[in-house]
């Protein structure tokens, strides 16, 4: 199966707000409301950061929300801070092949 | 505080075995499922398998069925990942994960280790 695209790279400054994109068809993102995000430092394991499109798991800030259109999944990082700076990967259940990732996208605030 | 610990990556040669172990500990292993997630040097993530929270149940990518097995011992909280017939392209850290919903699964990886490194090269 493909992988959901993200762009590469998104980049904003200190107190922004930015907004990475996760495109996927209708039979992944499009078809279930099963979108989740991960925050990856270098070198160290991905992070859940929001679950089910628009969920935050117990501890993560609310600066993070995720969304959804049609087959496009959306995560909202408002409040730009210099320790958001990571890549982040968007996954979604997908029938044929149970889950899919996106490529990842590296945030950079400069 | 959960902790997942994998161990037993190393270099292979292509066409050999290997088998990986994740020590599991801080929640109650019996009750969750449990996922091998990759990711290759400088690449993104790919779900390699999963297993159910009592075992009957096991999953895998089609890049690797076939080849890997994926099986637990609940009264050792310990999950594992067989790996045969390695090719160079199963080269990547493997990270064990734990599901986020007790006996179900819903592809939410809630807590993921550090990972082991298995590198397929003659």
């Known amino acids: 199966q493909s992988a959901l695209t993200q762009p590469a790279s998104v980049s904003g400054s200190p107190g922004q707000s930015i907004t990475i994109s996760c495109t996927g068809t209708s039979s992944d993102v499009g078809a279930y409301n099963y979108v989740s995000w991960y925050q990856q430092h270098p070198g160290k394991a991905p992070k859940l950061m929001i679950y089910d499109v628009r969920n935050r798991p117990s501890g993560v800030s609310n600066r993070f929300s995720g969304s959804k259109s049609g087959n496009t999944a959306s995560l909202t990082i408002s409040g730009l801070q210099a320790e958001d700076e990571a890549d982040y990967y968007c996954s979604s259940y997908i029938s044929s092949s149970l889950v899919v990732f996106g490529g990842g996208t590296k945030l950079t605030v400069l | 505080e959960v902790q997942l610990v994998e161990s037993g990556g190393v270099v292979v040669q292509p066409g050999g075995s290997l088998r990986l172990s994740c020590a599991a500990s801080g929640f109650t292993f019996n009750d969750y499922t449990m996922h091998w997630v990759r990711q290759a040097p400088g690449k993104g993530l790919e779900w390699v398998s999963l297993i159910s929270w009592d075992g009957g149940i096991t999953y895998y990518a089609d890049s690797v069925k076939g080849r890997f097995t994926i099986s637990r011992d609940n009264s050792n909280n310990s999950l594992y990942l067989q790996m045969n017939s390695l090719r160079t392209e199963d080269t990547a850290l493997y990270y064990c994960?734990?599901?986020?919903?007790?006996?179900?699964?819903?592809?939410?990886?809630?807590?993921w280790g550090q990972g082991t490194l298995v590198t397929v090269s003659s």
């Open positions: 994960a734990k599901d986020m919903v007790s006996s179900s699964w819903d592809f939410n990886f809630e807590y």
